[in-house]
């Protein structure tokens, strides 16, 4: 892989890989992670196309500079990269809390994207059974719990095990992960995110992109309201006595909605091709994708692809949450056959 870049935006120094020459395609990161996720797409693509990874504002070598974010913010961060760059236009690839920021770029900005790839991520629908959405909400327990467990939660997020294990509710969410269905970190991959997720002023930004930058809201169905919805704002405390609830969050009346975190954006929609990868591990000898071309529906989470995506395709992988480090050569295929136009 090629050492790292750095380059000034109008308002952030952002380091970045860089691999190959052609059309660009620009790869953001997810949570907790770095550009390094992105090493074995770097290696594959590279051979067809230009390809930029940054890191994230407040992860890896880019700045931190501790203000609180939001999801235009973040997006308008890419824009600055690519304009500093002299991107017109690029694909942009995201994954996890990177195909956050790629959608809100996307939907914000579609004259500079080409094409669009969401892997194992969201638009603006929070998926209910995924606890650290409350529990970023619920103030002083991320903070504390990440000057305490850092290298812990990266060692339980990446291999489902920690040498210290973490504490369960309300202190944590992250004691209920297991292994993923393949191991795919090694030692080097490990001290790679533990390293870069030891400074403070990461835990910092991560916990502003949760409680800032998804601001939960109920939907409500309104024939009245502009574009027929009308939306409640839940503030962190409210969100954060989810959380606390003594039966669990689950057991909270509020829990039975989908929360939504970008009302201002669904009315939005993105026309050119988007793909979405979603992990979906099975046991046994099956392959690690499969052809599957029918795009998921039935819930709020689910249906938010189809709302926003005209020309969508998707395909599930079968892998954990971080398939583009456990399941490489699926990962791969799909991408570069979605950016070459043939699914």
């Given at each position: 892989m090629s050492s790292g870049h750095r380059v000034q935006t109008a308002d952030l120094r952002m380091h970045y890989l860089q691999r190959g020459t052609g059309e660009p395609v620009v790869l953001i990161h997810g949570f907790p992670e770095t550009s390094y996720s992105w090493r074995h797409q770097l290696a594959a693509l590279s051979e067809h196309y230009a390809l930029f990874a940054p890191d994230t504002r407040g992860f890896g070598q880019t700045d931190k500079p501790g203000i609180r974010v939001t999801r235009q913010i973040l997006a308008q961060d890419v824009i600055n990269f690519m304009d500093a760059l002299g991107i017109e236009r690029a694909a942009i690839v995201g994954h996890d809390w990177g195909g956050i920021i790629a959608f809100k770029l996307a939907i914000d900005w579609p004259h500079r994207v080409t094409r669009l790839a969401l892997l194992d991520t969201l638009c603006t629908v929070w998926p209910r059974p995924a606890q650290h959405g409350y529990w970023f909400k619920a103030e002083p327990y991320p903070e504390e719990f990440f000057a305490k467990y850092h290298r812990e939660f990266i060692e339980t997020v990446i291999t489902g095990k920690s040498s210290t294990p973490l504490p369960g509710r309300p202190e944590s969410p992250w004691s209920y992960i297991s292994a993923p269905p393949r191991a795919w970190a090694g030692a080097d991959d490990l001290e790679q995110y533990a390293r870069a997720f030891a400074d403070p002023a990461s835990h910092a930004h991560a916990i502003s992109y949760y409680r800032d930058a998804l601001p939960f809201h109920i939907v409500q169905e309104d024939s009245s309201a502009a574009h027929g919805e009308r939306f409640e704002y839940l503030n962190p405390p409210k969100i954060a006595e989810m959380?606390?609830?003594?039966?669990?969050?689950?057991?909270?009346?509020?829990?039975?909605?989908?929360?939504?975190?970008?009302?201002?954006?669904?009315?939005?929609?993105?026309?050119?091709?988007a793909l979405w990868l979603y992990a979906r591990p099975t046991r046994g000898g099956t392959s690690a994708a499969t052809a599957v071309e029918k795009v998921p529906s039935g819930s709020p989470f689910l249906d938010q692809f189809s709302r926003y995506f005209p020309d969508l395709r998707a395909r599930p992988i079968n892998a954990g949450h971080f398939f583009i480090e456990e399941a490489p050569e699926p990962t791969n295929r799909f991408l570069l056959e979605f950016l070459k136009g043939r699914i």
């Open positions: 959380w606390l609830h003594p039966e669990g969050y689950d057991k909270h009346p509020l829990f039975p909605n989908y929360m939504d975190y970008g009302p201002e954006d669904r009315h939005k929609r993105f026309t050119a091709p």
